[in-house]
């Protein structure tokens, strides 16, 4: 089962190595990771995807908990949440293909942010499942270079 | 506030918390430390390996229950006494360690003597760090003694490049430390108590397990106080030896790999199982599946990470083991429908067929005319020690053994490995205790093969008037490795018997120290009492029955009911 956390943690040097040698050292498995500072610039959010049984994800959170520079650990899957990831993708594009192309970056509502004779390097947005699906429409046509930010999320606000 | 060196403000933060004594070995990086140390009233210990350093300031706070400190130069200092932090940290000890480092503007070039030893040690500490900043060193010294010593117990790391220790900087009053990301749980939810203590009520077959985090929350009491009041059969791990009394009848003594019989049998069939702040370790357990299949499990446990990690359990108390046995012991008290008498009437069945298994097969060895039997050795100590020794082991046989012979009646009395399983624990650990305690009998309990890897220290305890007794279980192999090979591996003794082993009477000797040997059973105990007897450090050298072996032994990934017996 997949696992979105939400991790604050201090913005101290080591402490994302914390967080990192605990999931090496211990076996846990990370899908995905993406930190940057919060509006506090001395906490760090961290937004982690692992997938593991239900003791295996209990483990990891208390785990994460017991480091000394971690603040909160929320697993966001628990309820709802958005997820967001950006991918950029460079694409050829000859002159057979790049109408195509751009129909397609359309249809995904993606942006073309590198032109170049031979390719198009675009930028898409979206929860990874939208990701896969441009990826798996783009690669028949021939993807040249795929760089990935990996998820991050946020719980939604209670409906009422 | 007033201003002093970095040096000034870290023996006075050492004074602050009431540090007598520090182990270490000084080099280029804590030079500027050393020569403050000369003035100030905190005795150091000069040790010969700082592998021996860290495990005296270990045994130091296993002995005392305070916070055990270690100086360390950089580079080869700090990594030499990584194996010694990780063996605190699997057993939960609270040490600080201070580590000197090159200057801040030589971090990162590789300089002579440099090493990333807070990157080396994030895994094996509670927390570490490196001071960049004079400004910090005060509040990180009094953070790190905090952080060592409450929730759960370790080992806490300060790196101190040398300018900053040389720098000067502001030495604040002692405020109450608060940390946003760090606040332990030590109160029990009282309605997890009450559901524990009403599970208590409801079993037939109930058996405390208990585990070193007795020993650390100083529980011995109130645990055996809910013991004798329910009338409930006491298993302990290693760690866990001295929580309740060894005599005692309700004692079944240790469980697991090598554990007693009886433990093992009553934790297969119980039908509760009151785990308290021990953590279902692999040499405790066996095979998963098979163990206590049929119980209920209360964990108490200050560490929520602890719970439910191996073992599935119904009832978790997350809290202080004295505060939660506390909570249950009053909750007994105040229960109008529990009645002491009747509590002891219920569950005599169940102790009748735990003693039955005691008889059954009681801890066991064959004697053999002459020859010195290891077990008999460690019988012979209890009783010329009068069960009242600080015992310190290496690991192997000698430290099961230990633990199975010599009967703890009181916490704080065994210092062992347990977790990591150091082999050279014990002699440091011994001088750290004996430092602490000096009128107290200190005996390492050793092995031919295990006593040589910190073997310099004989030195420290000979310099600071340490004057341990080491008991050596000779038998010119690495014996555990040797018993597993005679038992799994068809007898194919690799890399095990001890070519060459020194001669320990005059390695003793080499030393200043005195050595004794004996060669046949009835030599033990006069070699013992002499031990006793005399005023220095003493090696007893006991010529064992060579390929005896330690016994029961569940083989690994077995049930462990499926014990080999004598």
Redesign the interface.
Same mark, same amino acid.
């Given at each position: 089962m997949k696992h979105t956390l939400s991790v604050l943690l201090?913005n101290k040097?080591?402490a994302l190595?914390?967080v990192t040698?605990?999931f090496s050292?211990r076996g846990f498995n990370i899908e995905s990771l993406c930190v940057a500072e919060t509006l506090d610039p001395k906490i760090s959010c961290l937004t982690l995807v692992t997938r593991g049984e239900e003791?295996i994800i209990?483990?990891i959170t *208390?785990?994460l908990? *017991?480091l000394?520079?971690?603040?909160k650990v929320s697993d966001i899957s628990e309820g709802e949440f958005v997820e967001r990831e950006m991918v950029l993708i460079r694409v050829k594009a000859e002159a057979a293909t790049r109408a195509e192309v751009l129909r397609i970056i359309d249809i995904f509502r993606g942006k073309v942010v590198d032109v170049s004779p031979s390719s198009y390097a675009v930028e898409i947005t979206g929860p990874e499942s939208k990701i896969m699906a441009v990826i798996d429409i783009l690669r028949p046509i021939g993807i040249k270079e795929i760089i990935r930010t990996g998820t991050i999320a946020m719980a939604r606000a209670p409906k009422k | 506030m007033t201003k002093m060196t970095g040096a000034q403000a870290i023996i006075k933060c050492l004074q602050e918390e009431g540090v007598s004594t520090i182990f270490g070995f000084p080099g280029g990086a804590v030079i500027d430390l050393y020569d403050e140390l000369l003035d100030s009233d905190i005795k150091h210990v000069l040790v010969r390996h700082e592998q021996g350093a860290v495990h005296a300031a270990d045994g130091w706070a296993r002995a005392t229950g305070e916070v055990g400190v270690a100086l360390l130069t950089s580079g080869p200092g700090a990594t030499n006494g990584v194996t010694a932090i990780a063996t605190a940290y699997m057993d939960s000890i609270p040490i600080v360690v201070l580590t000197g480092q090159v200057p801040t503007a030589l971090i990162g070039n590789d300089a002579f003597q440099e090493v990333d030893i807070v990157g080396i040690t994030r895994p094996c500490t509670k927390h570490n760090y490196l001071v960049n900043d004079p400004k910090d060193l005060v509040p990180t010294l009094r953070e790190a003694f905090y952080l060592a010593s409450t929730g759960r117990p370790g080992p806490v790391l300060i790196d101190l490049p040398k300018d900053v220790v040389a720098s000067m900087v502001n030495f604040n009053k002692k405020k109450k430390i608060k940390m946003q990301t760090y606040q332990p749980h030590y109160d029990p939810h009282p309605g997890q108590v009450e559901k524990a203590c009403k599970a208590i009520m409801a079993a037939k077959r109930p058996v405390l397990y208990i585990g070193g985090g007795v020993i650390l929350s100083n529980a011995h009491r109130e645990l055996t106080e809910l013991a004798q009041k329910l009338n409930v059969p006491v298993t302990m791990t290693l760690m866990g030896l001295g929580g309740f009394p060894g005599t005692d009848p309700l004692s079944l003594g240790m469980l697991g790999m090598h554990g007693s019989y009886a433990s093992n049998m009553a934790v297969a069939k119980s039908d509760l199982l009151i785990a308290v702040g021990a953590r279902f370790d692999d040499r405790v357990t066996g095979r998963l599946d098979a163990f206590a299949p049929h119980a209920k499990i209360i964990h108490i446990d200050i560490d929520p990470t602890s719970i439910s990690k191996n073992v599935k359990v119904d009832i978790p108390i997350v809290a202080d083991c004295r505060s939660a046995l506390r909570g249950m012991n009053a909750w007994f008290d105040n229960c109008d429908t529990f009645d002491p008498t009747a509590s002891k009437k219920k569950h005599a069945p169940w102790l009748n067929e735990v003693n039955e298994w005691q008889e059954k097969h009681p801890l066991a060895y064959r004697d053999n005319g002459d020859v010195i039997k290891p077990q008999y050795v460690v019988q012979m100590i209890n009783e010329l020690t009068g069960g009242d020794a600080i015992i310190t082991t290496e690991v192997g046989q000698n430290q099961m053994w230990a633990a199975q012979f010599y009967k703890f009646n009181e916490p704080r009395h065994l210092l062992t490995s347990g977790g990591l399983g150091t082999m050279g624990y014990g002699l440091p650990a011994a001088i750290g205790a004996k430092m602490a305690f000096p009128d107290k009998t200190v005996i390492d309990i050793a092995g031919d093969g295990s006593i040589q890897m910190n073997i310099q220290e004989l030195a420290t305890a000979r310099q600071w008037g340490a004057k341990v007794k080491v008991a050596i279980l000779n038998n010119n192999y690495l014996g555990m490795v040797r018993q597993w090979q005679e038992l799994f591996y068809n007898r194919r003794y690799s890399a095990t018997p001890m070519e060459i082993t020194p001669d320990f009477v005059e390695l003793a000797r080499a030393y200043g120290a005195v050595g004794l040997r004996a060669r046949t059973k009835d030599e033990v105990v006069p070699v013992i009492r002499e031990a006793l007897e005399t005023d220095n450090v003493v090696i007893m050298d006991f010529a064992i029955e060579r390929e005896e072996g330690v016994f029961p032994m569940v083989p690994a990934g077995k049930a462990t009911t499926e014990m080999l017996l004598v």
């Amino acid at each position: 089962m997949k696992h979105t956390l939400s991790v604050l943690l201090q913005n101290k040097p080591g402490a994302l190595s914390r967080v990192t040698g605990l999931f090496s050292g211990r076996g846990f498995n990370i899908e995905s990771l993406c930190v940057a500072e919060t509006l506090d610039p001395k906490i760090s959010c961290l937004t982690l995807v692992t997938r593991g049984e239900e003791q295996i994800i209990e483990q990891i959170t *208390k785990q994460l908990h *017991k480091l000394i520079d971690v603040i909160k650990v929320s697993d966001i899957s628990e309820g709802e949440f958005v997820e967001r990831e950006m991918v950029l993708i460079r694409v050829k594009a000859e002159a057979a293909t790049r109408a195509e192309v751009l129909r397609i970056i359309d249809i995904f509502r993606g942006k073309v942010v590198d032109v170049s004779p031979s390719s198009y390097a675009v930028e898409i947005t979206g929860p990874e499942s939208k990701i896969m699906a441009v990826i798996d429409i783009l690669r028949p046509i021939g993807i040249k270079e795929i760089i990935r930010t990996g998820t991050i999320a946020m719980a939604r606000a209670p409906k009422k | 506030m007033t201003k002093m060196t970095g040096a000034q403000a870290i023996i006075k933060c050492l004074q602050e918390e009431g540090v007598s004594t520090i182990f270490g070995f000084p080099g280029g990086a804590v030079i500027d430390l050393y020569d403050e140390l000369l003035d100030s009233d905190i005795k150091h210990v000069l040790v010969r390996h700082e592998q021996g350093a860290v495990h005296a300031a270990d045994g130091w706070a296993r002995a005392t229950g305070e916070v055990g400190v270690a100086l360390l130069t950089s580079g080869p200092g700090a990594t030499n006494g990584v194996t010694a932090i990780a063996t605190a940290y699997m057993d939960s000890i609270p040490i600080v360690v201070l580590t000197g480092q090159v200057p801040t503007a030589l971090i990162g070039n590789d300089a002579f003597q440099e090493v990333d030893i807070v990157g080396i040690t994030r895994p094996c500490t509670k927390h570490n760090y490196l001071v960049n900043d004079p400004k910090d060193l005060v509040p990180t010294l009094r953070e790190a003694f905090y952080l060592a010593s409450t929730g759960r117990p370790g080992p806490v790391l300060i790196d101190l490049p040398k300018d900053v220790v040389a720098s000067m900087v502001n030495f604040n009053k002692k405020k109450k430390i608060k940390m946003q990301t760090y606040q332990p749980h030590y109160d029990p939810h009282p309605g997890q108590v009450e559901k524990a203590c009403k599970a208590i009520m409801a079993a037939k077959r109930p058996v405390l397990y208990i585990g070193g985090g007795v020993i650390l929350s100083n529980a011995h009491r109130e645990l055996t106080e809910l013991a004798q009041k329910l009338n409930v059969p006491v298993t302990m791990t290693l760690m866990g030896l001295g929580g309740f009394p060894g005599t005692d009848p309700l004692s079944l003594g240790m469980l697991g790999m090598h554990g007693s019989y009886a433990s093992n049998m009553a934790v297969a069939k119980s039908d509760l199982l009151i785990a308290v702040g021990a953590r279902f370790d692999d040499r405790v357990t066996g095979r998963l599946d098979a163990f206590a299949p049929h119980a209920k499990i209360i964990h108490i446990d200050i560490d929520p990470t602890s719970i439910s990690k191996n073992v599935k359990v119904d009832i978790p108390i997350v809290a202080d083991c004295r505060s939660a046995l506390r909570g249950m012991n009053a909750w007994f008290d105040n229960c109008d429908t529990f009645d002491p008498t009747a509590s002891k009437k219920k569950h005599a069945p169940w102790l009748n067929e735990v003693n039955e298994w005691q008889e059954k097969h009681p801890l066991a060895y064959r004697d053999n005319g002459d020859v010195i039997k290891p077990q008999y050795v460690v019988q012979m100590i209890n009783e010329l020690t009068g069960g009242d020794a600080i015992i310190t082991t290496e690991v192997g046989q000698n430290q099961m053994w230990a633990a199975q012979f010599y009967k703890f009646n009181e916490p704080r009395h065994l210092l062992t490995s347990g977790g990591l399983g150091t082999m050279g624990y014990g002699l440091p650990a011994a001088i750290g205790a004996k430092m602490a305690f000096p009128d107290k009998t200190v005996i390492d309990i050793a092995g031919d093969g295990s006593i040589q890897m910190n073997i310099q220290e004989l030195a420290t305890a000979r310099q600071w008037g340490a004057k341990v007794k080491v008991a050596i279980l000779n038998n010119n192999y690495l014996g555990m490795v040797r018993q597993w090979q005679e038992l799994f591996y068809n007898r194919r003794y690799s890399a095990t018997p001890m070519e060459i082993t020194p001669d320990f009477v005059e390695l003793a000797r080499a030393y200043g120290a005195v050595g004794l040997r004996a060669r046949t059973k009835d030599e033990v105990v006069p070699v013992i009492r002499e031990a006793l007897e005399t005023d220095n450090v003493v090696i007893m050298d006991f010529a064992i029955e060579r390929e005896e072996g330690v016994f029961p032994m569940v083989p690994a990934g077995k049930a462990t009911t499926e014990m080999l017996l004598v």
